[in-house]
């Protein structure tokens, strides 16, 4: 079928890599009207796909997300869809956020975050996660408090893969395959 893409998805494509941009640059490179990008860019806002600064908009790491894991559900709510991306990307998610936590962290912390109902069992599928993260020395124990987790190696965007039968954990930043 012929993809259709959105304004939304085609202002979050221009921004995709950390590009800053006016409102009317984005009108111009979309050819669309600037009461269009306007008007889209709220709802991008509202979202959490975008920030704006002095008239600026830049994508967040949640519209970095959508763009990578979200285009299936962008046509309509098939609620389906939605279902087996969020469970797919929970790990991404949870990745993304680990990244930008300065303080440190639980994994009761990370879920009040991320879980948004349509995950199978989230919390353990993320007490599964960190403790690979855990092993492969992606993050480690907080001396004072064995619940908590701080980052001690980000190796980039793209979030470590877990596959549990393998027991391998595959970071797609550096090539690097770690047994968990």
Known sequence: GVM???TGQAILNELAGGKVMLTRELAS???TPIDNIRSTARR???RGYITRNEGCYQITEKGQDFIAFGRTCVAG???GDFATRSRFSL???AW???RMKTASWSVDDLLMTLAD????DAERGLRRYVRALLKAGYVERTPRNPQLFRLVRNTGRLAPALNTPAKTLTDPNTGEVHHV
């Open 4 to 6: 259709v893409i959105t």
């Open 29 to 31: 490179r979309l050819d």
């Open 44 to 46: 991008l806002l509202e």
């Open 77 to 79: 709510s098939q609620k």
């Open 91 to 93: 790990r991404t998610r």
């Open 96 to 98: 993304n956020l680990i």
């Open 117 to 120: 109902g349509t995950e199978k």
